[in-house]
């Protein structure tokens, strides 16, 4: 069975003593803890960068905003919830926040564990490399990471292949917070922002800047509605896309725009797996997948503790 990665950790040096034992400056500027910046990943708002820690001689990752977004308040204050969101949800499935600050410029960033691997999005596109097992166990994982933070009070809104990152020694991590919504809170300056037009064509899994938030495919439908009652049954419409396509390897939604993919989540029912995948779709996980999709929260699994169960059953037998 193939492992999820076989990255080259070159960041993932020995233990070095030198390292370990050097002591620190007699006056500590904090201006100066962090070097050696290599870029990662670019998102449409922020930038993602590995950099050395200094002072802790160790690889890390390094988020702020790009430079067109720097000093936009909205971003700005999606910067912070995501880094003080993570920081407080301290579990292993998602990723460890390590410091919040503002670099020379005055500028938010904040940094985290530096985890190696690659996105569930890299490793569907190579399925047919991977047993099954090993993905549901993923989705489980995830599961396991959404169940801490609901009972929180938080819901990601945001659950997609792109934010499921998976790495070589079976860690499985649930990324980017930034839409995170904690309950009976308001959105940040959401009057300041504007919603993309229905009928704009635009990438299929652009997150939209606006009152409609996340990435449409994924979405479920009362978030695609704008209601504001919106509860953790939202994340479970998302993990239950995911794992939609996990089984067939297509999305659960179909459409060209946003306005085709919008109006597949609140009205399309899904094919069911069995009838779209190439291999045997164990039943439970169908029965499973179909629920979490129904339009109706109430109609969904209660919780994500229901989900959890679910998977952990004998479902190869099903």
């Known amino acids: 069975m193939p492992k999820f990665s076989d990255v080259n950790e070159s960041d993932n040096l020995k233990i070095d003593l030198k390292d370990t034992d050097r002591p620190l400056a007699e006056t500590l500027n904090p201006n100066f803890r962090y070097a050696l910046f290599s870029p990662i990943a670019k998102g449409g708002k922020s930038l993602i960068q590995s950099c050395s820690d200094l002072y802790l001689s160790r690889r890390i990752c390094y988020k702020s905003l790009r430079r067109e977004f720097a000093e936009d308040p909205v971003e700005q204050k999606r910067l912070l919830r995501e880094a003080r969101v993570t920081a407080i949800l301290q579990h292993p499935n998602i990723v460890p926040t390590y410091d919040l600050g503002r670099d020379t410029r005055g500028h938010y960033y904040f940094t985290m564990k530096l985890v190696h691997g690659y996105t569930l999005r890299e490793v569907l596109d190579y399925r047919e490399r991977y047993d099954l097992t090993q993905l549901v166990d993923v989705i489980e994982q995830v599961a396991q990471a959404l169940s801490y933070a609901h009972t929180k009070g938080v819901i990601h809104r945001d659950v997609k292949p792109e934010n499921i990152l998976v790495g070589p020694f079976g860690e499985v991590v649930l990324l980017d917070w930034g839409l995170a919504k904690v309950w009976d809170t308001p959105e940040p300056n959401a009057s300041q922002e504007t919603s993309a037009p229905e009928s704009e064509i635009l990438p299929l899994t652009m997150t939209r800047h606006g009152k409609v938030q996340g990435t ?4 479920s439908p009362e978030q695609l509605t704008n209601e504001t009652e919106i509860d ?4 479970i419409y998302s993990l239950g896309a995911v794992l939609y396509e996990v089984l067939t390897g297509q999305n659960a939604a179909v459409g060209e725009t946003m306005d085709e993919l919008a ?19 164990p039943k439970l996980l169908e029965d499973l997948t179909m629920r979490c999709l129904k339009k109706e929260p109430s109609e969904r699994l209660a ?3 229901e989900m959890i169960r679910l998977l952990s059953q004998n479902w190869q037998l099903s």
């Open 232 to 235: 953790s049954r939202a994340d």
């Open 216 to 219: 449409i495919s994924y979405m």
């Open 303 to 305: 919780n994500m503790e």
């Open 263 to 281: 109006r597949s989540v609140r009205y399309d029912t899904p094919s069911l797996p069995s009838q779209v995948a190439r291999l045997k779709i």
